[in-house]
């Protein structure tokens, strides 16, 4: 049981390229959830998905698109990478709005 | 969205010694409060969480108290042990009610 798996763990970016990174979980949960972690700023939501092919908004969505084509997946996209996007990425999923699970995280920088 | 305020941000205690880790919220309805624990390069953590409808809850070392009337939340640890060093963060719903919002974090250290 895997549980959350996000791909890559690592990438480098240069300004202006374009990226998807994938999250992918095996607990069948409902909701799934992308955030970005950064220095002093703690984890902050970027988009969410509470169902197959639906996604919304969350507090930082800009610069970032996303998709929920299959119940298991949920990919993030940078369409232009910008310098300000380094940061820590985690995916998270979870049954209803509570206890979610987090992958181990992607690791960008843009240069 | 929910504004969730994580004092302090840095934290170290001697190995044995209690630490407390304290959250305020904005949104009074809001019902749901968990702590999460983030070890140095691994995703966050469910450790504990508590409804709105009781005041404590423990789990062994650790404990959540929760003060409705005061908008605040706080994540105790007894007899710390090194391996309770990590980054801890206290979330609330966001307004959607499909997600949550996280403090900023508290990097607690443990020294021997």
């Known amino acids: 049981n895997a549980g959350v798996t996000q791909t890559p763990k690592f990438r480098v970016l240069k300004t202006g390229q374009s990226m998807t990174l994938l999250c992918a979980q095996d607990?069948?949960?409902?909701?799934m959830y992308w955030y970005r972690q950064d220095p002093g700023m703690g984890l902050r939501l970027i988009h969410y998905?509470?169902?197959?092919?639906?996604?919304a908004k969350g507090e930082v969505p800009d610069g970032y698109n996303v998709s929920r084509l299959k119940k298991q997946n949920f990919l993030l996209g940078l369409e232009s990478a910008a310098p300000s996007q380094t940061s820590v990425y985690f995916c998270?999923?979870?049954?209803?709005?509570?206890?979610?699970?987090f992958g181990s995280g992607t690791q960008l920088s843009v240069l | 969205g929910e504004n969730v305020e994580q004092h302090p941000s840095t934290l170290s205690v001697q190995e044995g010694d209690s630490a407390v880790i304290k959250c305020t919220y904005s949104?009074?309805?809001?019902?749901?409060f968990p702590w999460y624990k983030q070890e140095l390069g691994k995703g966050p953590q469910l450790i504990i969480d508590?409804?709105?409808?009781?005041g404590e809850k423990k789990d062994q070392r650790i404990a959540v108290t929760l003060n409705k009337t005061a908008k605040h939340f706080s994540l105790h640890i007894t007899e710390t042990q090194p391996e309770d060093s990590a980054v801890y963060f206290c979330?609330?719903?966001?307004?959607?009610?499909?997600?949550?919002?996280f403090g900023k974090g508290t990097s607690l250290l443990v020294t021997p």
């Open positions: 998905s509470v169902g197959e092919g639906t996604t």
């Open positions: 508590i409804r709105s409808n009781v």
């Open positions: 607990m069948n949960h409902e909701y």
């Open positions: 979330a609330a719903p966001h307004p959607s009610g499909y997600a949550l919002n």
């Open positions: 998270a999923s979870s049954r209803r709005s509570e206890k979610l699970f």
């Open positions: 949104d009074s309805a809001s019902n749901y």
